[in-house]
């Protein structure tokens, strides 16, 4: 067998070419140093983020050593702790995630309310006949609040008024009852100068002079 040994030259070879590596891997370091664009468009570098992920793995192993101590207690005591952790987690999320510029904004999903939908279910009545469908509900929420002005616009109660002519049955008869009992009301009141208040008698006579 043959014995290979290192030569003096081959040595220092060796040495020259893991100085360069550790030179070039510096500049590559270096070069890594670059900047981060954030999702809001701020700028964030790469050490804030490795610092960041670093908290993020140090805070769920803290989290998970308090879970495992929780085998001694009650399951009232668990759920309380449950929802302590869960705070804290949450609480730490946000703050890490403004210390990277970034905000979590929650879409709240707007529903429309009673009011716009009755309106739209009148507005659908009488522009588009053919995609209208009858709803109690909105019916119903119509003729409750029909009187007020602010409820239902000028614009929409002339519009109530023709759909009011198709009324029938117990929901007829109980409109102008109601609309009786109202008028007989306004009649003994001494409000004649509230503007508002003759506003809604013109609007009771107007859905008596229909349905009577």
């Known amino acids: 067998m043959v014995n ?5 030259d081959s040595s220092v070879e060796k ?24 999702e809001t468009g701020q700028q964030v570098y790469e050490p804030e983020v490795k610092k960041q992920k670093l908290e993020v793995a140090f805070y769920s192993s803290v989290l998970q050593e308090e879970e495992d101590k929780d085998e001694d207690l009650t399951p009232e005591e668990k759920r309380i702790l449950e929802r302590k952790l869960k705070k804290e ?11 990277a510029g970034i905000i979590a904004k929650k879409e709240e999903s707007k529903k429309p309310s009673a009011y716009e939908l009755a309106l739209d279910y009148l507005t659908t009545w009488s522009e588009s006949p053919k995609e209208w469908r009858f709803q109690k509900t909105r019916q119903t929420w119509l003729l409750l609040h029909m009187y007020d002005k602010d409820k239902v616009p000028d614009k929409y109660f002339s519009i109530l008024l023709r759909y009011l002519e198709g009324l029938q049955g117990h929901a007829r008869d109980i409109t102008v009852q109601k609309a009786e009992a109202l008028m007989k009301d306004y009649d003994n009141s001494e409000r004649e100068e509230d503007s508002s208040f003759l506003e809604k008698c013109e609007r009771i006579r107007q859905v008596l002079q229909l349905l009577s």
Not at 4 to 8: G, L, N
Not at 89 to 99: P, T, V
């Open 89 to 99: 987690r949450k609480k730490e999320q946000k703050k890490l995630m403004r210390e």
């Open 4 to 8: 290979k040994r290192k030569t003096p």
């Open 15 to 38: 040495k020259k070419k893991m100085k360069s590596f550790m030179i070039g891997k510096k500049k590559v370091t270096k070069k890594k140093m670059k900047c981060l664009l954030s």
